[in-house]
């Protein structure tokens, strides 16, 4: 097999050593955990630029954003999938709003819960003028699937600007990695608020992360 090595992905060239460098200098600054929100009429008012990282439950919206942010526990991590069921709001001071959105499809909500969870994702991404970009996450052994299609035609509708972040790269092998960034970078050409690249990370073994990062930076400059 293949050595696995995310480096030498097409898709991963455009970052030089000065972008890597400010993203590593950002995710160094004290993060902090602001919120928690559960419901549409509390929504508070942020005056820096916001991200915010969507995706399945279980795909590893908050892993990533402790790995990102050199932290553990910073966001609430599970096994089980449902564990963010509301919207949390990060900040890294004076710099940048981060938040993680609670799981879609996460099949044994109840009815009632999915669409209250949706409900609130969807005003929350709505009526966010503070909103810079969407990191939409994507198990590496899943790939997109249909809810994630419906997520991004939401997101186009809508016209936010989003970005697939492949999680778990650890758990597929190297070709396996490229002939789905292929996949995703055709269905990214059919959507105008998608970014043409993925980008690749592994929370575990830290792949792709330092690029994350500096894709981050460039936002708030
Ligand atoms: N192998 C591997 N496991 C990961 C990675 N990222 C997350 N996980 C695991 O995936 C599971 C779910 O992670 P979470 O970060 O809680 O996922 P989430 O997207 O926040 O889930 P919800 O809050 O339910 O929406 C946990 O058991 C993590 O340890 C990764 O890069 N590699
Ligand atoms: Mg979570």
Do not use: C, H
């Given at each position: 097999?293949?050595?696995?090595?995310?480096?030498?992905?097409?898709?991963?060239?455009?970052?030089?050593?000065?972008?890597?460098?400010?993203?590593?200098?950002?995710?160094?600054?004290?993060?902090?955990?602001r919120?928690?929100?559960?419901?549409?009429?509390?929504?508070?008012?942020?005056?820096?630029?916001?991200?915010?990282?969507?995706?399945?439950?279980?795909?590893?919206?908050?892993?990533?954003?402790?790995?990102?942010?050199?932290?553990?526990?910073?966001?609430?991590?599970?096994?089980?999938?449902?564990?963010?069921?509301?919207?949390?709001?990060?900040?890294?001071?004076?710099?940048?709003?981060?938040?993680?959105?609670?799981?879609?499809?996460?099949?044994?909500?109840?009815?009632?819960?999915?669409?209250?969870?949706?409900?609130?994702?969807?005003?929350?991404?709505?009526?966010?003028?503070?909103?810079?970009?969407?990191?939409?996450?994507?198990?590496?052994?899943?790939?997109?699937?249909?809810?994630?299609l419906?997520?991004?035609?939401?997101?186009?509708k809508y016209?936010?600007?989003?970005?697939?972040?492949?999680?778990?790269?650890?758990?597929?092998?190297?070709?396996?990695?490229?002939?789905?960034?292929?996949?995703?970078?055709?269905?990214?050409s059919?959507?105008?608020?998608?970014?043409?690249?993925?980008?690749?990370?592994?929370?575990?073994?830290?792949?792709?992360?330092?690029?994350?990062?500096?894709?981050?930076?460039?936002?708030?400059l």
């Amino acid at each position: 097999m293949e050595k696995k090595d995310s480096k030498t992905l097409p898709s991963l060239e455009n970052f030089s050593i000065n972008d890597i460098k400010a993203g590593k200098e950002l995710f160094s600054k004290q993060v902090l955990f602001r919120l928690g929100i559960k419901n549409e009429d509390k929504f508070p008012s942020i005056n820096l630029p916001e991200i915010a990282f969507a995706g399945r439950s279980n795909v590893g919206k908050s892993t990533l954003i402790n790995t990102l942010s050199f932290q553990k526990k910073i966001a609430r991590v599970s096994k089980k999938p449902g564990s963010t069921q509301q919207i949390n709001f990060f900040e890294i001071i004076d710099n940048l709003s981060i938040v993680d959105l609670p799981g879609y499809g996460f099949a044994n909500a109840s009815k009632l819960d999915k669409a209250n969870w949706s409900k609130l994702i969807e005003i929350y991404l709505i009526n966010n003028s503070a909103l810079n970009r969407v990191f939409l996450l994507i198990d590496s052994r899943r790939g997109i699937g249909k809810i994630d299609l419906s997520f991004m035609d939401f997101l186009e509708k809508y016209a936010i600007v989003f970005e697939i972040v492949l999680t778990k790269i650890d758990k597929i092998d190297y070709q396996s990695s490229k002939v789905l960034v292929s996949k995703i970078e055709k269905i990214n050409s059919t959507f105008t608020t998608a970014f043409p690249r993925v980008i690749l990370t592994s929370s575990k073994n830290n792949d792709g992360l330092d690029k994350l990062r500096a894709e981050i930076a460039k936002i708030i400059l």
